[in-house]
């Protein structure tokens, strides 16, 4: 068959025993084609064929909690008993968002339910983000590595990350100011923060996030900030909320989400919270063409929000653990690199190979230690500058202590066999 690629279509010519037929089919469009493959996902069919072979996969590439969601909320699904499961109000149900408020306000926010929208999980809410403040062609500075759905995002609206890197030795913290300035252009239109950070677990401090409200000021830019993991901090560790920042309050959308806080990923329930009138307006606007979240789904994470304390006290300390247990575990491998993370439940790991992408890979087709291996997500996909990240991985510690422990062991064992088989050796220097 031969293809003839035109601006809108594609012609295929089929030969046979008839005479030749031309087929004229669309073209994808250049955005579709410019949406990049998940760096957490790609690696699925490896790992579930290598599960379908009997090896247990300690799957250590996404973040999905074991942690058990809060039965009212499970019990809200199960009570839900309407006649009709009709449409529920575009901006969400009045109720969650006043418990959302709520719960802002208790942690130092003051945000109102009118400042509030509820939208299809947090990704929606980035989605409304970036459509609110950028057209095609405009930046949004980000720092990499970063949460790598925001290149999907983006591509979808024909928005540039421009990005700024920060570092493995720092725990991936911000770069200097001056950094950050010399980044920012005349197409630059907000700045896109992660603390809690997915993937490097790392928690900006009060000054740090100052400092971003001060560029955002100095600079005239929108200042997003995904707060997903909020709950997630340790060691004494304080996250500050984009919210409390009152010197450039009209300029900060916050991003949130209940899949984390509640071990609840699959509810698909975000917020999306900004004071700037005109920002809620085109936000709002998106809502309406959306027409309404899930309406089930809105009643269980209003149940959530009655969860006391003690469950995150319960879950933070497990949390922690866990990033100890699997930090011990990959400090003691050698050639292996990584630091302590402040928050969520996430580290970055530099390893000794050539390309992580090709390791992980392997890791899933040609080792198994004892009958397990692991599956990890490999970090170029967290990066938009090229060449950086393909050292690295994002490890997720989501499930118990034991498993990572074994985790651990199968890294230890893998890398030596792998160097060994000349597949992903360093170049000697």
């Not at 949004?140 to 493995?168: C, D, K, M, Q, T």
């Amino acid at each position: 068959m031969n293809w003839v690629r035109g601006s809108t279509t594609q012609s295929l010519t089929l030969w046979s025993d008839s005479p030749e037929t031309t087929v004229i089919v669309p073209v994808v469009s250049l955005r579709a084609q410019n949406i990049p493959a998940s760096p957490i996902r790609r690696l699925t069919p490896l790992a579930d064929a290598t599960a379908s072979r009997g090896v247990h996969v300690h799957r250590l590439n996404i973040g999905q909690p074991d942690v058990h969601t809060p039965r009212a909320m499970i019990e809200a699904y199960q009570t839900y008993d309407e006649p009709v499961l009709a449409y529920g109000p575009s901006l969400g149900i009045p109720a969650l968002r006043e418990a959302a408020a709520a719960d802002y306000a208790r942690h130092g926010s003051a945000v109102d339910a009118s400042d509030v929208i509820v939208t299809t999980g947090g990704s929606e809410a980035i989605r409304f983000s970036l459509c609110a403040v950028a057209d095609p062609g405009d930046e949004v500075l980000v720092f990499e590595p970063f949460y790598a759905n925001y290149l999907g995002f983006a591509a979808e609206y024909g928005v540039h990350l421009r990005a700024v890197s920060s570092s493995i030795d720092s725990g991936f913290h911000l770069p200097d100011i001056e950094t950050i300035e010399a980044a920012i252009t005349e197409r630059t239109k907000a700045i896109l923060v992660t603390s809690p950070g997915n993937p490097t677990g790392a928690i900006y401090s009060s000054e740090e996030m100052s400092r971003l409200g001060e560029v955002a000021l100095r600079h005239d830019l929108f200042l997003i900030s995904d707060e997903a993991y909020r709950e997630f901090a340790y060691d004494g560790v304080k996250v500050t909320s984009a919210l409390t920042l009152d010197q450039v309050l009209d300029r900060v959308i916050v991003v949130d989400s209940v899949s984390k806080r509640y071990s609840a990923c699959g509810a698909r329930i975000g917020f999306f919270v900004s004071k700037n009138p005109e920002v809620h307006q085109a936000a709002m606007r998106m809502a309406f063409a959306r027409l309404c979240p899930a309406t089930v789904d809105q009643r269980a994470a209003l149940a959530a929000f009655a969860t006391p304390q003690t469950y995150f006290d319960e879950v933070v300390a497990e949390y922690t653990r866990r990033r100890d247990v699997l930090v011990d575990g990959l400090r003691q491998i050698e050639g292996v690199q990584t630091y302590t993370p402040e928050g969520a439940f996430y580290t970055m790991a530099t390893f000794p190979v050539d390309d992580v992408d090709r390791f992980a890979a392997w890791l899933l087709t040609d080792f198994s230690l004892d009958g397990e291996t692991v599956m990890l997500a490999p970090a170029s996909g967290f990066y938009s500058t090229p060449g950086l990240g393909t050292k690295e991985a994002r490890i997720a510690y989501v499930l118990e202590c034991e498993a990572l422990r074994r985790a651990a062991l199968c890294l230890a064992a893998a890398i030596p066999r792998y160097l060994e088989s000349g597949r992903g050796a360093l170049p000697r220097a």
